[in-house]
């Protein structure tokens, strides 16, 4: 059954939930996943077009003067225009649904930016944030349903790993 404080906080719904039960992401969950991928490509395009734009314009600029800074633009040209192909070219945005239930165990960590918040069930870490922190209760049992990479699922303890729905166990 729903919990509908748990899928305000880590925004799923009844029908994501039904479909993270049969195993697989939900056509929205799946979306989200293509949305992130296009969003990574787009962002490496502009920086690969920024490069290229401070190359003709130091060429127009400084026309003579300005061969070391052509070269070196034209250089990190090049280079963020492969970088942008290999990412592309070697993305792995398939994602396997995992799920794991247990007791959770609260805990916050202290690093150099601030805290971290954690909730570990059966020694499956979760980083979340503080408002689902607070959601999630110390000692109860859930179910959680998340996401790893494909590529990944051979070391599941340390993988990275989405939350895609949450089950509150009686």
Request: some cysteine; hydrophobic content about 40%; charged content about 20%.
């Amino acid at each position: 059954m729903l919990d509908r404080g748990l899928a305000d906080v880590f925004h799923f719904d009844e029908t994501d939930l039904q479909y993270n039960k049969q195993g697989v992401l939900s056509p929205t969950q799946l979306q989200k996943y293509e949305n992130m991928n296009k969003s990574c490509l787009q962002v490496s395009v502009v920086i690969t077009l920024v490069f290229i734009a401070l190359t003709i314009g130091v060429a127009v600029l400084f026309r003579e003067d300005a061969l070391p800074g052509l070269i070196t633009l034209g250089v990190f040209s090049i280079l963020s225009g492969l970088g942008t192909w290999f990412a592309w070219a070697t993305r792995d945005d398939r994602y396997v649904l995992q799920q794991i239930e247990g007791e959770a165990r609260l805990r916050t960590d202290s690093t150099e930016n601030g805290r971290r918040y954690v909730v570990s069930i059966s020694g499956y870490e979760f980083g979340v944030d503080p408002v689902q922190y607070e959601m999630v209760q110390d000692g109860v049992s859930y179910r959680i349903y998340y996401a790893v990479p494909e590529g990944q699922t051979k070391s599941l303890k340390t993988a990275s790993k989405q939350i895609q729905s949450v089950e509150r166990l009686s």
